[in-house]
């Protein structure tokens, strides 16, 4: 998937009215169906109890509207932005006047061109979003207040993509599926997140993503997969994956699990912040809970929260870009190549250093610019393959590139001096 093929995904997705259940969890999992086939679709009913939660009504809307009275003017119409309604709003259908009105409207004084996102999944109410200009210009009405939507028990749905590897320690990618029309938070995580999918061919590793609603859709596979979170190797919850910002890593709880380390193994000479893991954010703090602690960091451009359009109708395609959502692709790329080809060794000749030439190791890799490169590499790797350090400890400890490193251990393994560790 080309970077211009991830946008035109953002764009496809971006009209749908998502929320942590309904239909427009569904048609955006069907979607993604069609770049992943192996997806699959999980049904969790309405009360369900999910760890320390229970799986809440479904919601779903059909219009919305508020119209003036006098002139008969959608003022707010569902129809031409679905951040207009507050999510999981109740039913109603009322003429009111400006005063009545006023408490269940939102707006941003502060960038009073754009509409705030809001909701209330758990607390029945119901509400208009709205820009700070639109409400200036109603006056008192009577207004014509109008939401088509339904709380019933129903479901909970999340999707599930895995591309089986050649071990079952697993890399899990997250990503969630909740949001309503908002393109970098988290519609580019989502077409990230496909376009991985689509590049692994036959991994080492087995490969689950997961596309769940926020919070209670991550809470809700772990409840159901209590019994097999311990496969879970190296994960990620994949976000705000196409604004303009440089790339921000968040490490696990853990703070030095091997997915941390190779994020800032590859991200060491580029344009980036590392951050400490904190219980705020997204998902990853699901997964980094104390009772499973799995080794799950965050990956990000601007971070949650950290740029104007956050949670605004500013969120939209235009704010994203082919671009940077290519450059998310590539460094998470690359991140993945690390886990993958990452190994611990044991030198089978290790009283001092064997022959390379007689081996035909240094004639097979020279002539090449980065000859003396290739040859610290084979004598770090040598040096440290006691069973006690990974190839990335290796780079790291040698500040080697770390392909340099793997391509010294494949050939030395090849030689017959190394033997590879079970994990």
């Known amino acids: ?28 999992l069907d979607i993604v169906g069609e770049y992943l086939p192996s997806l699959r ?12 939660w229970t799986v809440p009504r479904e919601w779903n809307i059909r219009d919305a509207y508020i119209k003036d009275v006098a002139t ?48 209330s999944y758990y607390a029945e109410t119901w509400g208009f979003c709205l820009s700070e200009e639109t409400r200036a210009s109603m006056g008192d009405g009577p207004f014509e207040v109008f939401i ?19 071990t079952d320690r697993e890399v899990l990618i997250s990503c969630h599926v909740c949001h309503p029309s908002l393109a970098n938070d988290n519609l580019a995580g989502i077409a990230v997140a496909v376009a991985l999918a689509q590049r692994l061919h036959e991994p080492r590793h087995t490969f689950r993503f997961i596309f769940a609603p926020g919070t209670i859709g991550a809470i809700t596979w772990l409840a159901r997969n209590r019994s097999r979170v311990d496969a879970v190797a190296h ?5 705000c994956a196409g604004d303009p910002g440089q790339i921000h890593y968040k490490r696990s709880r853990r703070g030095d699990a091997s997915v941390d380390r190779a994020f800032e193994h590859v991200l060491r000479d580029r344009p980036h912040t590392i951050l400490d893991f904190s219980p705020y954010g997204y998902d990853e703090r699901q997964y980094c809970s104390p009772g499973f602690d799995l080794p799950v960091g965050s990956l990000t451009r601007t971070p949650y929260a950290g740029y104007p359009e956050y949670h605004t109708s500013g ?25 993958e080809r990452d190994r611990t060794y044991l030198n089978l000749s290790p009283y001092g250093e064997p022959q390379l030439g007689r ?29 006690g350090h990974s190839l990335l400890d290796i780079a790291a400890r040698s500040d080697l590139p770390f392909a340099a490193v793997a391509d010294a251990a494949d050939a030395l393994r090849d030689a017959g001096l190394l033997k590879e560790l079970e994990p």
């Open 72 to 119: 008969g003017e959608r003022v707010v119409d569902f129809r031409a932005l679905n951040l207009h309604v507050v999510g999981y709003s109740a039913p109603v259908h009322a003429t009111m006047t400006m005063d009545a009105l006023a408490p269940h409207l939102h707006t941003l004084p502060d960038q009073p061109s754009l509409v705030p996102y809001r909701t």
């Open 1 to 28: 998937m080309t970077p211009d093929e991830m946008h035109a995904l953002v764009r496809r997705l971006y009209p749908l009215c998502r929320s942590i259940t309904g239909d427009g969890v569904r048609q955006t």
């Open 235 to 239: 994960g990620l919850t994949l976000a």
């Open 148 to 166: 088509d939507s339904t709380l019933a028990d129903g479901h909970l749905t999340y999707g599930e993509a895995v591309i089986p590897g050649a």
């Open 315 to 339: 969120d939209d395609p235009a704010f994203v870009s082919p671009a940077a959502m290519g450059d998310t692709l590539d460094k998470l790329w690359d991140a993945v190549q690390v886990l």
């Open 41 to 52: 679709a999980h049904e969790v009913p309405t009360g369900t109890d999910v760890l320390d």
């Open 359 to 387: 081996r035909g190791l240094y004639a097979s890799l020279g002539g090449r610019s980065d000859t003396k490169q290739t040859q610290m590499a084979m004598l770090w790797v040598l040096n440290l393959s006691d069973g």
